[in-house]
């Protein structure tokens, strides 16, 4: 009986935890669209609308469920460099202005979200 007692604790404890990691790696939804709003990222993005840019949605499509996923994102809207937008165009991207990188994976993971 005691054996089944330490085994229910113990997965309890565990599930305990578990509940706790997934809290802590929630998005802040309303932080992320802050930032995003913020930086002027709807110039270009909108959630389900291709722009400039391409949607969330279709970012979402791309990057979501991959290892590198967040890493990618993240990327793309830390390190600038030249895209093309939906007219063909050659634009600079804007770099994000946060060097966060709790901040940084908190929108990766809201884009990736959509």
């Keep these: 009986m005691s054996r089944s007692i330490m085994t229910l604790a113990s997965a309890s404890a565990l599930l305990a935890l578990a509940s706790l990691t997934c809290a802590h790696a929630a998005v802040d939804a309303e932080a992320a669209q802050a930032l995003f709003k913020e930086n002027d990222c709807t110039k270009c993005h909108s959630v389900d609308k291709a722009k400039k840019g391409p949607s969330l949605q279709k970012i979402s499509e ?3 469920g991959k290892a590198d996923g967040q890493a990618k994102a993240i990327k793309n809207f ?5 895209v093309k937008t939906s ?21 990766a993971d809201w884009i990736l979200s959509h």
């Design 87 to 107: 007219d063909g165009k050659e634009v600079e991207h804007k770099v994000l202005d946060s060097k966060d990188t709790a901040v940084q994976k908190n929108l």
């Design 78 to 82: 830390t390190l600038g460099g030249m």
């Design 62 to 64: 791309k990057y979501k």
